[in-house]
């Protein structure tokens, strides 16, 4: 099944096929190149057919004769035309001037489709596309789902060398709708096209490869930021505190003066001092403190080891140490 891209602004377009190398083409419209303030349509023709794989483009005229003449006239432009298809409405001119471009093995699209008498008759005169809106019959009121149902069953049964191109898609669902259909081509906005891989559980289960898959190749070294949090065993409580402002932790690491680590001194722990000794404590030194021993991790660990710590001890802080020595803290934070 083709995919076309269905629009009139330029960069988008440029945007889209960049972006998306395997859509098959472009369908544009008078009424799109309009609304973006198009005054050299031609000009625009011109350099949207050399960035696009097929270019549908409108040929309008009163008679099939007159159809027939501004295909030439586009032609002589300097399209491909094996690369270009023409949009004709459906009417009975139309599909004359669909058979008359037919014998000349030129493509076409009869557009403007609203019933299967007027998509048959364009299937028979050979049309190479035939496009049933969608989205402006459902605004009519109409089940144009049966439509085009209706349209791809008629090909397949009478075994006409269509394609049924479902347009005027209004949102998502209007893309799986022409699927389930049997469509052969479906021309959309790009703004509808780059929804179509988005799902919420695809989504929650990419993050969380991506989490798992971190915890497994990172080192701790490589993930802690912030500096390295250590005050001597000798410091005053008070600039202690002053310390861990500084560096945004709730932590900071104590270390006696050969630099092996003593504690960690925590802003819990600064709760508990002053909720059991008053202000006084502030005066105190760090060494005045007793410590357990802190839970540490190796630069050179995993992740997958860190998160297991956290876990376990139920701790939002790692020290992070090298052949013994600190070299940082792991918040939790640093884990998402």
């Given amino acids: 099944m083709e995919l076309y891209l269905d629009s009139a602004d330029f960069k988008e377009i440029e945007e889209a096929f960049k972006k998306l190398p395997f859509l098959n083409g472009l369908t544009t419209t008078p009424t799109f190149m309009h609304r973006e303030g198009v005054s050299d349509i031609d000009g625009l023709i011109l350099k949207l057919s050399k960035i696009v794989p097929v270019l549908q483009i409108e040929a309008l005229g009163d008679t099939a004769e007159d159809v027939l003449k501004e295909a ?13 298809v023409f949009k004709i409405p459906v009417s009975l001119e139309g599909v004359r001037a669909c058979a008359l471009l037919r014998k000349e093995n ?17 299937m028979h005169a050979g049309a190479t596309y035939v496009c049933p809106l969608v989205g402006r019959l459902q605004d009519q009121g109409h089940d144009a789902l049966a439509l085009v149902d209706e349209c791809v069953h008629a090909v397949d049964y009478y075994g006409y060398d269509t394609k049924i191109m479902f347009s005027s898609v209004r949102n998502n669902e209007h893309v799986r709708n022409g699927i389930a259909c049997g469509v052969h081509t479906i021309t959309a906005p790009y703004k509808i096209i780059k929804t179509l891989t988005d799902n919420n559980f695809t989504t929650l289960g990419t993050e969380q490869f991506v989490e798992h898959t971190r ?122």
């Fill in 215 to 336: 915890l497994m190749m990172v080192k701790v070294k490589e993930t802690i930021h912030g500096g390295n949090p250590v005050v001597n065993a000798n410091t005053v409580i008070t600039e202690a505190i002053i310390k861990m402002t500084e560096f945004g932790f709730g932590c900071i690491t104590v270390v006696n003066d050969d630099g092996s680590v003593k504690g960690v001194f925590t802003d819990g722990d600064l709760r508990r001092l002053i909720t059991s000794g008053g202000r006084e404590v502030l005066s105190k030194k760090l060494s005045d403190l007793k410590y357990n021993a802190p839970i540490s991790i190796e630069a050179e660990a995993l992740l997958n080891e860190a998160a297991a710590l956290f876990k376990k001890h139920n701790v939002d802080n790692l020290l992070v140490t090298h052949n013994g020595r600190p070299v940082g803290v792991l918040d939790i934070q640093d884990m998402k």
């Fill in 72 to 84: 030439h006239r586009q032609l002589n432009l300097g399209l491909d035309p094996k690369k270009t």
């Fill in 106 to 122: 030129l493509l076409v699209n009869v557009h403007l489709v609203y019933t299967l008498q007027q998509a048959y008759m364009a």
